[in-house]
């Protein structure tokens, strides 16, 4: 996952390939409570890995539930519809998909339990059920601004004899909330049937679908008079189905379906599994507003694939209460088109993580669109002039993953997203699994760090990638890594045998982190840096063939979203066209003592006089060398980090890059 401040994500081009998806939010959550409140141990399989998950399996262990997590397997010990532990404090971050339906069925469960989240999960209203809770004989404080969490919950005094009213038209997860609360009091001594009037239009219905089947899965067969009376039969008890999987997310789905659309190249698809034609989600329907718009979609149990058909695509006029929260992709996608787009009935946009009509209002426009936004639509017309942008994501995992289709802009500009780190809410991978199948439009950018031994140019490399989220490449280590590799099979590091060499080189399983370097899964950080390492480095660097085959090899390591690569020819002879070459000269005298303080760390002895003549004699050596000879680019700048701090390097260097960037 990308914890930066900000991604940068270069113009992309094509689009093609396969990618798995993870499990669905809405339906993850929903099971794990069902599982919890059942009779039996439930198996989950392919459980989403996220912070909403999170948060829930963390409150069923504060319930007193037992919850295992073995691979890709969640074992849940349902509680009977009897909480163990009757008093909790509950942290929920922002994730509706637990606060709502804890609180019904807590409130119904009764007991001391005080229910919290981030302070946006403070601004989404919860007044509504809290009405139809209390209407039950539920007790239900306000423990900040009446209408909105953080709550309270106590003792309860059911009076199940009338219709529970609840509004369907703010959020379908109240609904939900109380369908999978109230099955808790149906088995009680004298109780009847429990009904569920909606007061006014049920929005978003393909999520109260889903919670239904699930439901039956667990036992409840509930009966639905259209979508405005809801009937829990009396007698109704959970019970555990022993297994159940979890299918693939269809609204994560839609930013996939949508690249298809706009970035299959000719011939290609993008191919999609994990969800298909027989989803129970009804964000699966996006499907349907994707071929609206000139998509080319094929299907299977499982899987999709998608492929651009009409370009540009089709300008849509389209009501989106069935497919909420998909529907924001739909807005990515009007970018595309070929005139206005209009999404309407979406009035819910407005009280999920962020305002979300709003929030696409202004981010659409900084990249040159024309949107108009009203108390349920939003209007976008596609940009007569992209623009360059840094998109604020409002920690809205969807405004994050709405916002990278924008890097597929025919004007070839890259696109800044804030806090990427907020997709971890339904899809931790995002990124990677965009990167995987994205092609670039040009050269994925690289920043190049040369310098002399020992000048820090690999301290400052790796916290530079760290810092931005790109790849990192300590070249200097891949040619001690292939002699470490060679004499682990008794080669002799000599003309001899090149040959043998140079195809061990052109294949290194190497893996490099900002702190490790991994050869073929086995931290070899340690031993690749002893001085007979360095001195067999020196002794494979001057083998032609070998030079040659990882020549190829450092150029692989430029991959999306870029690549920060450190040596002594980076920006010479590797990456020549590199849009920022750093040169560092720290004095011999102050690298000397650098080193001199690693050794002493190390309990290893040492004179700072030899070091320096040491590191005097490497450096003639490097820059009178046939082969790629030690000097700056000639386009390299300069930094002189004798007297930096590295902290004040990445820093200078930060600088020179961001002042490259057209955001």
Not at 100 to 124: N, Q
Not at 634 to 652: R, Y
Request: glycine share 8%; charged share 20%.
């Amino acid at each position: 996952m990308f914890d930066t401040a900000f991604l940068d994500i270069p113009a992309l081009g094509t689009a093609s390939g396969t990618v798995r998806l993870p499990g669905s939010k809405s339906i993850s959550n929903r099971v794990l409570l069902l599982a919890a409140v059942c009779e039996g141990r439930t198996t989950i399989h392919d459980l989403l890995d996220s912070d909403d998950t999170r948060v829930m399996l963390q409150a069923l262990r504060q319930l007193g539930c037992g919850v295992s997590i073995e691979e890709d397997r969640t074992i849940v010990e349902g509680i009977g519809g009897r909480t163990r532990n009757r008093q909790a404090e509950l942290f929920l971050g922002n994730a509706g998909t637990a606060m709502r339906p804890l609180t019904a069925a807590l409130a119904v469960l009764g007991g001391d339990y005080a229910l919290s989240g981030i302070a946006r999960m403070h601004e989404r209203p919860i007044g509504d059920l809290v009405d139809a809770l209390r209407a039950l004989g539920c007790q239900v404080d306000y423990t900040g601004q009446s209408g909105f969490p953080p709550l309270r919950i106590g003792e309860p005094v059911l009076k199940l004899d009338a219709p529970v009213p609840v509004r369907g038209d703010v959020s379908s997860q109240f609904l939900t909330a109380l369908l999978i609360a109230l099955p808790l009091a149906a088995d009680r001594p004298g109780a009847g049937d429990i009904v569920i009037e909606v007061v006014g239009e049920l929005i978003s219905r393909p999520y109260v679908e889903i919670t239904l089947k699930l439901m039956a899965r667990f036992g409840i067969q509930v009966q639905r008079e259209e979508w405005s009376r809801f009937i829990i039969p009396a007698g109704s008890r959970y019970r555990s189905p022993g297994e159940i999987h979890v299918e693939a997310d269809a609204s994560s789905a839609s930013y996939f379906v949508a690249l298809g659309a706009i970035a299959s190249s000719q011939g290609s698809a993008l191919k999609i599994e994990g969800v298909g034609q027989d989803s129970i989600q009804g964000d699966i329907r996006f499907v349907e507003a994707a071929l609206a718009m000139g998509a080319r979609v094929q299907s299977g149990p499982n899987w999709l694939e998608v492929s651009r058909g009409s370009w540009p695509l089709k300008a849509i006029d389209l009501d989106c209460n069935h497919i909420p929260d998909a529907a924001m992709t739909l807005a990515a996608m009007a970018l595309y088109a070929d005139g206005p787009s209009r999404l309407y009935n979406i009035a819910s946009w407005r009280v999920k993580e962020t305002d979300r009509i709003a929030a696409m209002t202004a981010e659409l426009s900084k990249l040159g669109a024309e949107v108009e936004e009203g108390p349920d639509f939003i209007r976008v017309s596609p940009p007569a002039t992209w623009r360059a942008a840094s998109l604020h994501t409002y920690d809205d995992h969807r405004m994050a993953m709405c916002g990278s289709l924008a890097a597929f802009n025919p004007a070839g500009l890259p696109v800044r997203i804030e806090d990427p780190k907020c997709v971890a809410k339904t899809f931790p991978d995002y990124f990677e699994a965009l990167f995987s199948v994205a092609r670039p439009a040009a050269s994925v950018p690289v920043i190049c760090i040369d310098g002399p031994t020992a000048s820090g140019k690999g301290t400052l490399a790796g916290e530079l990638a760290r810092r931005l989220g790109y790849h990192y490449l300590d070249s200097g280590a891949l040619y001690r890594l292939t002699a470490f590799a060679a004499r682990q099979q008794g080669l002799e590091l000599d003309a001899a045998h090149e040959a043998r060499i140079a195809e061990l080189a052109r294949a290194l399983p190497v893996r490099f982190t900002s702190e490790q370097i991994w050869l073929a899964g086995q931290d070899v950080t340690e031993a690749i840096r002893t001085e007979a390492a360095g001195m067999d480095a020196s002794r494979v660097s001057v083998l032609p063939g070998v030079r040659q085959a990882l020549f190829d090899l450092q150029r692989s390591f430029a991959r999306l979203p870029g690549l920060v690569a450190d040596g002594r020819d980076m920006g010479t002879v590797i990456f020549p066209d590199a849009p920022l070459k750093v040169y560092l000269t720290a004095d011999a005298a102050q690298r000397a003592e650098r080193r001199h303080k690693q050794l002493i760390s190390k309990g290893i002895s040492s004179k700072i006089s030899t070091l320096r003549a040491d590191l005097e004699a490497r450096d003639a050596q490097d820059k009178t060398r046939a082969a790629a000879p030690l000097k700056p680019a000639e386009d390299a700048l300069l930094l002189d980090n004798s007297q930096l701090t590295i902290e004040a390097s990445v820093n200078q260097v930060l600088g020179w890059w961001q002042e490259r960037q057209p955001f």
